[in-house]
């Protein structure tokens, strides 16, 4: 099974090409869709969360609200945070993966926004990154509800610049010129990487 890692920085549109990638017939595991589960009721990082940061567990879940007022407070939280979290989404990464490589998927896609800042790129056969002029991005993003110019500049002190991320990429798919564009890119991506001839970026793999 070919596993490609998608990622991208925030407004870029790698929501809506994830699921472009699943039409295509990909199995698509979602990093945070799989931390929500974490903090729902009954999930396992709300205990671990919950004793690390007081006061954030409402009702049996982790209150996200409050969790990222904890983390506001505090400029060592993201690394406590990061420490419970990971290896949680990184068991059930691999518990997903197992799974649908048993039903004969030949091909996963794992929507991980911070790919590279976690070094998850390295355990990928190859990595696509979802880019968008920074104009484009910008409007997308300040369109969002109760979304502002100070808290998008912090989310992107977070991540990796969309520079950097597009030099590492194997494959890079540019949202800015529409989805029919995009929907040709993906297409020729899913092509070339179950073509016979094409070669993972991990060594020995092929």
Known sequence: ??????????GMGKSTTSAMFADEGAAVWNADDAVHRLYAPGGAAVGPVGEAFPGVVVDGAVDRTRLAEALGRDDTAFKRLERIVHPLVAEGRLEDLARAEAR???????????????????????????????????????????????????????????????????????????????????????????????????????
């Open 1 to 10: 099974m070919i596993i490609v890692g998608l990622t991208g920085s925030i």
């Open 104 to 206: 004969g998927v030949r091909l996963a896609v794992l929507d991980i926004p911070l790919l590279f800042e976690t070094g998850g790129d390295a355990a990928m056969d190859a990595v696509v990154v979802v880019s968008a002029d920074p104009e484009i991005q910008r409007a997308r993003v300040l369109a969002r509800p109760g979304m502002t110019a100070e808290r998008f500049a912090a989310i992107l002190e977070r991540q990796t610049p969309d520079a950097e991320k597009r030099r590492r990429a194997d494959f890079v798919i540019d949202t800015g010129r529409g989805l029919d564009a995009a929907r040709v890119q993906v297409r020729r991506i899913v092509e070339t990487v179950l073509s016979p001839g094409w070669s993972s970026r991990r060594p020995g793999l092929s």
